[in-house]
């Protein structure tokens, strides 16, 4: 998902840069659309490494129930593993539910700079096409 949006921001920099703006306007909204590239990259890295301390923290999650489970078990082993094969799933869980909700925010965000992008690539040919 990284990669596409490295591409995504690649593309976006050289379709801006082609369009060779002739105006300090066009050339403005190329600044704005790189900006806005950069911010969505940022917001990307961001929900990435949410998504990576989700998926860390439910990992210490289902360690410390397993832990536990293990100091109180005793004499009822059976009982306690069936209730860490439980926490262990719950957190799995939870973290794949994390995940998902990165990934979705990060291709929220990479679909808004798309149409950034695109938006002041059309008013830079626009505004070079009247001068």
Known sequence: MK???YVLLAASVLALS???PKSEEAKNEAAEASAAASQAGDAAAQ???AAG??????ADAAAAATTDAAAAAGAAVDNA???????????A?????????????????????SDKAD?????????????
């Open 81 to 91: 593993a069936a209730a860490t094969a439980d926490a262990a799933a719950d957190a």
């Open 53 to 58: 301390t989700a998926v860390a923290e439910g």
């Open 119 to 131: 938006a002041a690539a059309e008013k830079a040919k626009e505004e070079a096409a009247k001068h």
């Open 18 to 20: 082609a369009c060779a």
């Open 93 to 113: 869980a939870g973290a794949a539910d994390a995940t998902a909700k990165a990934a979705d925010a990060t291709a929220d965000a990479a679909a808004k700079v």
């Open 3 to 5: 990669t596409h949006l």
């Open 47 to 49: 929900a990435a490494d």
